[in-house]
């Protein structure tokens, strides 16, 4: 199996670790450990107004279910975006965002530290 010689380009981002994972107490402190990691990898784009290629180009394409390759690429960087940004949550927080299924959902919540945070 061959293997690629270039790294995703994600691989650093994953590298950056915060000091606290988000809890109930301290919002702020997180909110302000995670920012600039998403905007020193210009990530901006997929939590804030984030524009979303359409899934299908066509009817045809959708009838065929075939995926416009530029959703495709946003949807594997959304998803590892996602990733780390549930790492940095705290078991309590996490399981109040099952269901977020973009990181745009999850960035933007109004208060994940409220129990009523739910996109179901």
């Known amino acids: 199996m061959a293997t690629s010689n270039n790294p995703s380009p994600f691989s650093q981002f994953f590298s950056n670790s915060i000091a606290e994972k988000l809890d109930d107490s301290n919002y702020l402190h997180w909110r302000q450990q995670i920012e600039p ?10 939590v804030v107004n984030p ?24 949807e594997v960087q959304d998803q590892m975006l996602l990733t780390w940004l549930q790492s940095t949550l705290s078991k309590s927080i996490l399981s109040r965002v099952i269901g977020f299924v973009h990181s745009y959902l999850l960035f933007n919540a109004e208060d994940l530290t409220l129990n009523v945070v739910s996109c179901l």
Not at 52 to 67: G, K, M, N, Q, W
């Open 51 to 74: 524009q979303i290629p359409p899934r299908y180009l066509t009817d045809a394409d959708r009838d065929s279910d075939i995926v416009n390759p530029e959703y495709k690429t946003w």
């Open 37 to 46: 990691v998403i905007k020193s990898h210009k990530l901006q784009r997929f």
